[in-house]
């Protein structure tokens, strides 16, 4: 059998840019130097983002060409990548199905909740980076993250699930959910003329 078309269903890694690169390989160095060292995120991100931001030209051309290079493999990739049938079925559910508004809004596992607070950060401290480096670098922060602070997502996380079995009890009963009803203002009661002068009389 010929061997040259071979398409595979596996969906090709993103590629990363320069500056990923670069700051992948000052971690990488930065461990070596300090393996016992626990690395602040925001305070290395910074550095790496003003050492990029002096240097030349000459000395980011390596990283620029690692970047190339990724690109390459990415699109070769991606030419031979063929969605499975089973892909194809999926995507197709989701166009046909259309979201019900009134249906309850699924819950966050504690991965996307920590995402959700952390991505800004990200996003300042590594202007350079695509929305893939900073998924990717998410995804490092969290599997490097302290037991109690992964404890503090995973118990929102709980609360979140226990909000949307709540609410998907009701949505079944009814086919919506309720919305908390705002609070209740007091207002004075409007008196006409005849009511106002009763009351200047009773004084």
């Known amino acids: 059998m010929p061997k040259g078309n071979t398409k595979s269903d596996t969906k090709p890694r993103g590629r990363m840019t320069a500056y990923a690169y670069f700051v992948q390989i000052c971690r990488e160095e930065h461990k070596k130097k300090h393996p016992e060292e626990n690395v602040v995120f925001a305070e290395f991100s910074k550095k790496c983002a003003e050492r990029w931001k002096t240097m030349s030209d000459k000395e ?8 190339d290079v990724d690109k390459k493999r990415y699109e070769a990739e991606m030419k031979d990548y063929t969605p499975s049938e089973n892909e194809k079925g999926k995507r197709g559910k989701k166009r046909k199905q259309m979201k019900d508004p009134n249906a309850p809004k699924r819950p966050l596992p504690a991965f996307f909740i920590f995402s959700n607070d952390e991505r800004s950060k990200v996003k300042q401290a590594n202007p350079c980076y695509t ?10 922060m969290w599997s490097e993250a302290d037991p109690a602070v992964k404890s503090k997502y995973q118990e929102l996380a709980d ?4 909000r949307y079995d709540r609410e998907m009890i009701e949505y079944k009963k009814t086919g919506k959910v309720s919305q908390p009803e705002p609070p209740v203002v007091k207002t004075h009661p409007v008196l006409n003329e005849e009511e106002e002068e009763e009351e200047e009389d009773d004084q």
């Open 60 to 67: 980011k051309k390596r990283f620029h060409e690692m970047a």
């Open 159 to 162: 609360e979140d699930k226990a």
């Open 131 to 140: 929305a893939g480096d900073t998924s990717k670098e998410l995804g490092r």
